[in-house]
């Protein structure tokens, strides 16, 4: 599964970002079928779930992200994307893209570095 993650960048505290995740070589039926998420890992630290969204687009997000980032999935472009608003200085990380299904996809990682 090759995941292509990109959007990632330098922004002051506030700010906004979006990320897309697309994976252009999976037939749509097959697409549908996964979770996909958003990880992200800070420096000396481990990755964690900021958030994922089932095919059903049933949403769930990290505590420290709720209210300030979105995630959505359009099946038919099979791509997701995440908002991120109000952006903090703690945001800042890689950020890598995720499919699930019995195992789980990683794509690059892509740098969000938020500036206060």
């Known amino acids: 599964v090759q995941l292509q993650a990109s959007g990632g960048g330098a922004v002051q505290a506030g700010g906004s970002l979006r990320l897309t995740c697309e994976v252009p070589r999976m037939i749509t039926s097959v697409f549908w079928t996964y979770t996909m998420g958003w990880y992200r890992q800070a420096p000396g630290k481990e990755r964690e779930l900021v958030a994922s969204i089932t095919r059903d687009h049933g949403a769930k997000y990290a505590d420290s992200v709720k209210d300030r980032f979105t995630i959505t999935r359009d099946n038919s472009k099979k791509r997701i994307q995440l908002l991120m608003n109000r952006l903090k200085p703690e945001d800042t990380a890689v950020y890598y893209c995720?499919?699930?299904?019995?195992?789980?996809?990683w794509g690059q990682g892509t740098l969000v570095t938020v500036s206060s």
């Open positions: 995720n499919a699930r299904d019995e195992n789980d996809h």
